[in-house]
Structure formats: structure tokens, C-alpha cells
């Protein structure tokens, strides 16, 4: 079946430290790829998405490629920031067989020290 | 542009109280979908809907639990009879698929519920 499989938390950097948190998936199809942010006593906000092999989503700083070859979609920003520590959740979305719902991962706590 | 709106933010309750949770998804939107958070299951769909019908019960944990969607902009979410275990924050989501394309899902702020 479909699923996503995203790094353990947490992952605690400095600022400007780069950062990366790594996104695998399972799909019978050809799904979209997502990353959502969930801030402190807020819900989940789309972040980024890719609907393709080789797009590149980007928002905010942050990229990620979707890679059909290693089924991977890793989150990355160059120099991340204190208003960046929220939770990050990769998903997908297998269009057609999944009729609408997405898969998330476990979530990664991200906490950016100044 | 509203997006979607739960209430209540917060319920504390005493276990064996019936808890009713509720949900305004956006306007236009023929998805919507309930989810549970936390820190030991992480992020749980209990169920969802399309044009409000139910296409997924599955991830309703018991009988205690049940939704309905009784039009295009309420559902509702209620558990009876609660207990701790419950104890959770619940979102409500929506979307819109166009064509053979499942649109982001926007989510509401959730309902922090605790169950004494």
C-alpha cells in the first residue's frame, strides 16, 4: 500500500545551519508530493509540492525534488532560521487510486536555536 | 478568504460525557476529512468524506465514535461515551479535487480535547 516514510526527530540545529530532513514513499501510482508545516497550536499548512518526477517545489526558503528513481522527496534550506522550529510532515497523494486522501509521514520536530 | 473553522478549540470533559466536535470546511471544497493527533500515533485519519458522503470509516478507532456530514459546509465528529484515551487534538481538513487532481488539503487550527 501507499506510505510515507519521513527521519525521526528531532532535529535541533543553529541558525543559519543548514538543513535537511530526509522523505521516502511507497505508491502504486503516480502520486503528488507534498510537505506540510505545523506550527505550535496551529494545524498543518502546505509548504511545498511537487506533482512530478524532477519538479522541484520551493516556498519560504525551502526546496524539495521529487525523485521518482529513489522515491524520495527530501525537505532542504540553506540557512535555516528560529521561526523555522515547527513540525515538518512529507505526504503523498496517489491520484486516481486513492480517491482523494493523503498519506503522511510520522512528522519531524524541527527546533532552530538562536 | 475563511479558511476552515473548528469548534471548539477547547474541551476538557470528564470521561463517560459525550463530546461533539464540529467543522466548517471551505466553501466550495467536496472534501473533507478528520484527523487525530498525538505524540504517540502522530497524525491519524479517522475518516473522510466526498460530497458528504462517507468514502472512508476505517480509521475510526470504535463504535464510540461517529461522524456525519449532514451538508456541503458542517460536520461533526462526536465521541460516546469519552475517556482519557481520547485525550487528543482533532483537525478537520478540506479540499477540492479538479479533474483528475486532488487540490492541497487546508486545515483548521484543531480542537484540543482532554478527557478527565
Known amino acids: 500500500g501507499d506510505s510515507v516514510t519521513q527521519m525521526e526527530g528531532p532535529v535541533t540545529l543553529s541558525e543559519e545551519a543548514f538543513l535537511t530532513i530526509n522523505c521516502t514513499y511507497t505508491?502504486?501510482?503516480?502520486?503528488?508530493l507534498f510537505w506540510y508545516v505545523q506550527y505550535p497550536g496551529e494545524g498543518l499548512q502546505l509548504l511545498l509540492k511537487a506533482t512530478k518526477a524532477d519538479d522541484k517545489g520551493s516556498n519560504k526558503g525551502f526546496e524539495a525534488t521529487y525523485r521518482k528513481e529513489t522515491t524520495s522527496f527530501h525537505l532542504e534550506k540553506g540557512s535555516v532560521q528560529v521561526s523555522d522550529s515547527a513540525v515538518y510532515f512529507c505526504a503523498l497523494d496517489d491520484r486516481g487510486s486513492t480517491l482523494g486522501r493523503l498519506y503522511f509521514g510520522r512528522g519531524t520536530q524541527l527546533t532552530v536555536w538562536p | 478568504d475563511a479558511g476552515v473553522i473548528q469548534s471548539p478549540r477547547h474541551e476538557v470533559t470528564e470521561m463517560g460525557q459525550e463530546v461533539t466536535l464540529r467543522c466548517k470546511p471551505i466553501?466550495?471544497?467536496?472534501?473533507l476529512f478528520w484527523y487525530r493527533q498525538t505524540m504517540m500515533r502522530g497524525l491519524e485519519l479517522l475518516i473522510y468524506f466526498n460530497n458528504n458522503v462517507p468514502i472512508d470509516d476505517s480509521g475510526m478507532p470504535e463504535d464510540r465514535f461517529s461522524a456525519k456530514m449532514p451538508n456541503a459546509s458542517f460536520s461533526t465528529l462526536k465521541i460516546q461515551p469519552s475517556e482519557p484515551r481520547d485525550s487528543a487534538v482533532y483537525f478537520c481538513?478540506?479540499?477540492?479535487?479538479?479533474?483528475?487532481?486532488?487540490?492541497?488539503?487546508?486545515f483548521g487550527d484543531g480542537t484540543r480535547l482532554s478527557i478527565l
Open positions: 481538513a478540506s479540499s477540492l479535487r479538479l479533474g483528475s487532481s486532488n487540490q492541497p488539503q487546508h
Open positions: 505508491a502504486t501510482g503516480y502520486p503528488s
Open positions: 466553501s466550495g471544497h467536496d472534501y
